[in-house]
């Protein structure tokens, strides 16, 4: 276990900065996810951690140590590909053990590590095959196999999961979290997955053209989104954005009158953003015209068009209601958030 | 319809070229007086001529066995030589990505600009100068030179297409540049090195002019067999049964190892 500290560290290909003074505090024993769409730099913070990536300016420091100019061997860290990088030609003991092997320890020790960390993944039976003869889910586990045998002072994770059908990335979401919960071990895990990110981290960070955008706990970011972007990144379905003026109190959009808790200046533009499942359906409120319905048993998306915006209505349970029928939909001022039209800031209710 | 016109093709194709494997049969299985009778069988088919070869009774077969360990010899070193230069150079400049390590093998590539033959002389001079000549590692030498440049295109091709990642895990597992090598880089390049090798080995096997020029009585069967040429009454059926014995080892080599060649040499060719 150990901290990780990023201090203004940037970094540029050739004339195109993809990293602008990232700091980032990390705590021992914390699962921290870096999310963001491709290109926003997580996956090359991630390898200037494992040492993969020169680091272009600023710190970065491993449990105090800055490891700016530290081989990644001598970094104490261990890695998980998103394409698992297993040694074909070994088998999936000698892929475990190999780092120990390199390390010139003793047979019995990497028998036992290696033995250890099979249980913990259920690898037990598959020790004697190449990974040529296992399938997607259990390379993963080969391969974070591979990283607990080693038992290093930070896990990094680079997007492990996006090889995987979805059934598996559920599956194998769980099985690293657990695996974290036992092993305790400082966690950085990398990908683009939003969904992978709010269930998975004790701490999200939200990138964007390489900037962290917002930083916090899962539901903190759900629930009081710092822009638009982390608003819009956060949730799926995605929040429904549109724009409004602020007039006596409620903001008008879409021809009605949308409630907040905010106290704008009267008449300031603004994005207002309510997410689907605070736009249940009522007996009366704002008038929707449904295009299409959805039903996934346990709840129903509604997709429905006001004026000319087309919004996402999320409902418990199941609804009778059809394509073209007219419903009222109530949103609660507690559960809208407000951004400023220009800077895309959330504007604090007081 | 289109695989009878493809028979119509292949058919010649096979003729041409089994016809003259054909006639080095034919007179290696006929006795000297046969030998010119122009049949497409022998009256009395006979194995003698090889019994010949083999117990060297023959002027020119005095040294037939010394010969052939002298091919056997060039050929294995040129093999392992090449396979060492190509093996070395492919790594650096695909997976270390050594500076200026393309414009290397671009360079080494354009030296098959000049034809072989006419840097035969300058490597005479140059042998003569460094006291090889009539040594077998001139013969070596000059053979890796013309080997490497194709041996290291392939090999760096194929290893281009190794997983980055693989070298980042070791990396990360702590291996350095050595141990990366010949704990990954080399099992994984097995089937390109098969078939390198054997390039470079068969390329040695079949050379004549440059074992010509550069030994003169420790010579290789390829320059003995020239030599029946030198009178005019040649033996010609125990050239001929001594030339399909020089075929078999590359035949074999190669049918052992078809998999690799076809595989190997064609694993770089395009980029996947």
């Given at each position: 276990m150990a901290t990780v500290a990023f201090r203004e560290v940037h970094k540029s290909f050739g004339a195109t900065k993809v990293l602008h003074g990232i700091s980032l505090d990390i705590a021992e024993g914390e699962f921290v996810v870096?999310?963001?769409?491709?290109?926003?730099?997580?996956?090359?913070?991630?390898?200037?951690?494992?040492?993969?990536?020169?680091?272009?300016?600023?710190?970065?420091?491993?449990?105090?140590?800055?490891?700016?100019?530290?081989?990644?061997?001598?970094?104490d860290i261990a890695m998980v590909f998103q394409s698992y990088a297993l040694y074909p030609h070994m088998t999936v003991r000698d892929n475990m053990g190999f780092s120990l092997k390199l390390r010139k320890e003793k047979q019995n020790l990497i028998?036992?590590?290696?033995?250890?960390?099979?249980?913990?993944?259920?690898?037990?039976?598959?020790?004697?095959?190449?990974?040529?003869?296992?399938?997607?889910g259990q390379r993963q586990r080969v391969a974070m196999g591979r990283a607990i045998v080693r038992d290093p002072k930070v896990f990094l994770f680079d997007e492990p999961l996006s090889n995987l059908d979805a059934k598996l990335r559920v599956a194998m979401r769980a099985e690293i979290k657990a695996l974290h919960q036992r092993l305790k071990t400082t966690t950085v895990y990398v990908t683009?997955?939003?969904?992978?990110?709010?269930?998975?981290?004790?701490?999200?960070?939200?990138?964007?053209?390489?900037?962290?955008?917002?930083?916090?706990?899962?539901?903190?970011?759900?629930?009081?989104?710092?822009?638009?972007f982390v608003a819009q990144f956060i949730g799926s379905p995605a929040m429904n954005v549109f724009d409004g003026t602020i007039r006596n109190g409620s903001v008008e959009a879409l021809g009605s009158?949308?409630?907040?808790?905010?106290?704008?200046?009267?008449?300031?533009?603004?994005?207002?953003?309510?997410?689907?499942?605070?736009?249940?359906?009522?007996?009366?409120?704002?008038?929707?015209?449904?295009?299409?319905?959805?039903?996934?048993?346990?709840?129903?998306?509604?997709?429905?068009?006001?004026?000319?915006?087309?919004?996402?209505?999320?409902?418990?349970?199941?609804s009778s209601a059809g394509p073209g029928e007219r419903i009222f939909l109530a949103p609660q001022a507690s559960h809208a958030h407000l951004f400023d039209a220009a800077t895309g800031l959330r504007i604090q209710p007081p | 319809m289109r695989e009878a016109r493809l028979w119509l093709i292949a058919i010649p194709i096979l003729l041409w070229t089994l016809l003259p494997i054909y006639h080095i049969f034919l007179f290696s299985i006929s006795t000297k007086d046969s030998a010119f009778s122009g049949a497409l069988w022998p009256a009395k088919?006979?194995?003698?001529?090889?019994?010949?070869?083999?117990?060297?009774?023959?002027?020119y077969l005095h040294d037939f066995w010394h010969q052939i360990w002298n091919s056997v010899w060039i050929a294995c070193a040129t093999g392992v030589l090449t396979l060492v230069v190509a093996?070395?150079?492919?790594?650096?400049?695909?997976?270390?990505?050594?500076?200026?390590?393309?414009?290397?093998?671009?360079?080494?590539?354009?030296?098959?600009?000049?034809?072989?033959?006419?840097?035969?002389?300058?490597?005479?001079?140059?042998?003569?100068?460094?006291?090889?000549?009539?040594?077998?590692?001139?013969?070596?030498?000059?053979?890796v030179t013309l080997a490497s440049p194709y041996a290291i295109w392939?090999?760096?091709?194929?290893?281009?297409?190794?997983?980055?990642?693989?070298?980042?895990?070791?990396?990360?597992?702590?291996?350095?540049?050595l141990q990366l090598f010949h704990l990954v880089y080399l099992p994984l390049m097995m089937p390109s090195l098969v078939a390198i090798g054997t390039y470079a080995l068969l390329l040695a096997?079949?050379?004549?002019?440059?074992?010509?020029?550069?030994?003169?009585?420790?010579?290789?069967?390829?320059?003995?067999?020239?030599?029946?040429?030198?009178?005019?009454?040649?033996?010609?059926?125990?050239?001929?049964?001594?030339?399909?014995?020089?075929?078999?080892?590359?035949?074999?080599?190669?049918?052992?190892f078809r998999r690799y060649m076809v595989g190997g040499l064609t694993a770089g060719a395009v980029k996947t």
């Open positions: 870096l999310v963001g769409p491709s290109g926003c730099g997580k996956s090359t913070l991630l390898r200037m951690l494992a040492g993969l990536e020169d680091i272009g300016g600023g710190q970065i420091a491993i449990d105090g140590r800055v490891v700016n100019d530290v081989d990644s061997k001598d970094r028998d036992q590590r290696v033995a250890n960390a099979a249980k913990i993944l259920n690898l037990e039976p598959y020790l004697a095959r190449y990974p040529r003869e296992l399938s997607g683009h997955d939003q969904i992978e990110a709010m269930t998975m981290a004790d701490r999200i960070a939200v990138m964007r053209d390489g900037r962290i955008e917002q930083l916090g706990e899962p539901l903190e970011l759900y629930d009081r989104p710092a822009n638009l009158r949308w409630p907040t808790a905010v106290r704008g200046a009267e008449g300031q533009q603004v994005k207002y953003g309510v997410r689907p499942e605070h736009l249940e359906p009522a007996a009366s409120g704002i008038a929707a015209q449904i295009i299409v319905v959805e039903p996934m048993g346990a709840e129903t998306e509604l997709v429905v068009k006001i004026a000319d915006a087309t919004l996402t209505v999320m409902t418990r349970g199941r | 088919p006979t194995l003698h001529n090889f019994g010949t070869v083999f117990r060297q009774e023959h002027f093996t070395t150079a492919a790594f650096a400049i695909s997976r270390l990505k050594v500076k200026g390590g393309r414009v290397v093998m671009n360079a080494a590539l354009f030296t098959y600009f000049i034809p072989a033959a006419f840097l035969a002389v300058p490597m005479y001079k140059a042998m003569g100068t460094y006291g090889l000549l009539n040594n077998r590692w001139s013969l070596v030498l000059a053979m392939v090999l760096k091709q194929a290893s281009d297409r190794l997983p980055w990642e693989l070298d980042e895990a070791a990396r990360i597992d702590g291996a350095t540049p096997w079949n050379e004549y002019l440059y074992a010509f020029l550069l030994l003169s009585n420790n010579i290789p069967l390829a320059v003995g067999l020239g030599h029946f040429l030198a009178s005019d009454d040649s033996p010609w059926e125990l050239l001929m049964a001594t030339a399909l014995i020089y075929a078999v080892p590359p035949a074999a080599i190669y049918y052992a």
